[in-house]
C-alpha cells in the first residue's frame, strides 16, 4: 500500500465528523502554507465569489466554501461548534445524515447569498463567501425542532434545553451587529433555514434525506405515545420501532429521562442508522 492509498485507507475509518474536521482543517493549512510559501492565493478557487459573473466560471465554490477558512480562530470555533452540536446529532440521529446536513445547509446559505447577489449587484459586488458556519448552525437547528428539550451542559456546569442553546448561538453569530460580516451572517440565515425545515417533516414523519436519494416511499417516523420504555419490551419489535419510542420519550421528557440501558439501546441503534 503506498503512500497516498495509505491516507485513504486511514480516511475511510474515520467517523463523517473526524472527516468532515479534517477537510476543513486540510484545505486551511493547504491554503495558508501555499500562500506562505509560493505567494500564489487559493481564495478566488474555494471561497465563493457572490457576483453572478465569477461564480458561473468557479460554480464548484458552491460546495468548497464552506470548507474553507483564512483565519485560524474562525476555523477554531467553527470546528469546536460543529464538534459539539455533532455529539447531540448523533445521539439522536445517528452519523449517516450528518454530511447531507452539512452539505444542504452551506449550499442554502450560499444560494441565499448568490440571489441577493443578484437582487442587489452594487452591495455584494467584489464579496467572497467563505466559512463553515451556515453548514453548522444548519445541523444544528435541526435538533432545536426535532428534540428541543434535549439537555446540554455549558461547560459542564449550566444545564439548558437544547432550543434555548441553539437560539443563544444564532443570536451571538448572527443577529447581534449585522452590519459586521452582513454577508456572512446572512448566510447563516440560510443555512439554518434548511435546518429548521428538515427538523420539521422530520418530526411530522418525512425524512427528507431519504426522500432525496430514493424514489421509493419516505420512510417515516410514526409518532407513538408512551410512558416507559423498557429493554425487556423491545424483544419483539424491530429496531426502527424501537428507536421511534426511544425519541418519542426524547422529545416529551428530554434525554435524561431514559435509563441506562436504554441509553446504551439508543446510541446502539444510532450507529446502525
Known sequence: MNFL??????????????????LNVALYLTINLVGNLSHLNL????????????????????FTYMFTHLDFWHLFWNMVLFYFMS?????????????????????????????????FPSAFSNAILL???AAVLGVGAVMAVYSPNYKVYLFGAIELSYKYFFLITFALSTIID??????????????????????????????????????????????????????RQNKGKNDEQTMNEL????????YDSLTKSEKDELFKLSQKK
Open 247 to 254: 425519541l418519542d420519550k426524547i422529545s416529551k421528557s428530554g
Open 131 to 133: 466559512g463553515a458556519s
Open 87 to 119: 455529539q447531540v446529532f448523533f445521539t439522536i440521529m445517528g452519523q449517516k445524515k450528518l454530511l447531507y446536513l452539512y452539505v444542504m445547509s452551506g449550499i442554502s446559505g450560499g444560494v441565499l447569498m448568490l440571489i441577493l447577489g443578484l437582487i
Open 178 to 231: 449585522l452590519s459586521v460580516n452582513t454577508g456572512g451572517k446572512i448566510s447563516h440565515i440560510g443555512g439554518t433555514l434548511f435546518g429548521l425545515i428538515y427538523g420539521y417533516y422530520l418530526k411530522k414523519g418525512t425524512d427528507l434525506f431519504n426522500f432525496s436519494f430514493s424514489f421509493k416511499r419516505k420512510k417515516t417516523y410514526e409518532p407513538r405515545v408512551i410512558e416507559m420504555v423498557k429493554p
Open 5 to 22: 492509498q495509505q491516507i485513504k485507507y486511514n480516511f475511510q475509518r474515520q467517523g463523517v465528523l473526524t472527516q468532515i474536521i479534517i
Open 43 to 62: 481564495v478566488p478557487y474555494t471561497a465563493l465569489p457572490i457576483n453572478s459573473e465569477t461564480f458561473l466560471f468557479h460554480f464548484w465554490t458552491l
